[in-house]
């Protein structure tokens, strides 16, 4: 029951349990990936704007995967991210689609724009 109360406030302990483990994943890598991986999950953090936990729990854990797969195959980090490491990012950050922090001032801005079409109209 406490576990339900919990997880209503804080989300989902199975996702944030998920998300150390892939953290650790990230930790286990050779010191060149595990450099360049947790940048690039730095700036997702702040620029991926994906807020559903579901979403992002699989996004990391995919995250984890590609750098680790990298990692055993000597793919070299460049060649990973490319000649642009923030479009890297970004691009793959636009893979997972999901609940945005910007969908609620998208609705907002629709919702004061119709109801400001409603007074001119009345």
Do not use: C
Request: cysteine-free.
């Amino acid at each position: 029951m406490a576990a339900k109360w919990i997880e209503a406030l804080t989300g989902s302990l199975e996702q944030k349990k998920q998300y150390k483990q892939d953290m650790a994943r990230i930790e286990a890598l050779p010191a060149s990936y595990r450099t360049a991986a947790k940048a690039v999950h730095r700036y997702l953090m702040y620029a991926g704007g994906v807020v559903d936990g579901e979403t992002l729990t699989t996004m990391f854990t995919d995250f984890a995967d590609l750098w680790e797969r990298a990692a055993l195959d000597g793919t070299p980090v460049r060649e990973i991210v490319g000649d642009d490491p923030v479009a890297f990012a970004e691009n793959f950050a636009q893979a997972y689609t999901g609940k945005q922090w910007i969908d609620k001032e998208r609705n907002r801005l629709n919702e004061a724009i119709a109801e400001a079409e409603k007074e001119d109209q009345g």
